[in-house]
C-alpha cells in the first residue's frame, strides 16, 4: 500500500535530519535518570550521530517550564524536525517513544 504524499515527503526529510530533543527534569530522581538512560538508548539505536539531548533541570532553572509549557516531569520535547512532540514519563516503553517522536509508525493490528 503507499503513503500518503505528504507522509512520505515527511520521512525523507526526517531520515537523515537533525534532531533536537530537551528532557525537562527535576533533579537527580530515579525517574530522571531512567528517562535520560531510556533516551540516550533509544537514540542511539535509532538515530546515530543525528541528535542532540538538552536537559533542563527545573530545580535549577524554572523559568524555562514556561517556554514549552511543561506541567510535568520528566518531560521529552523534540524541537527539530518540527512539528514540536510532547512525551511524559521516564521513557521505558521503547515503542511509544519511537511512535511519541514519530521514529517509527503505529503498528496495525
Known sequence: MKKPASRAAGEAASADAEWE??????GQTARSVAAFANLRRVC???LQGRYRIEVIDLLKQPQLARGDQILAVPTLVRKLPTPVRKLIGDLSNEERVLVGLDIREVKAS
Open 21 to 26: 530533543l530537551r528532557l525537562y527534569i527535576a
Open 44 to 46: 542511539e539505536e535509532h
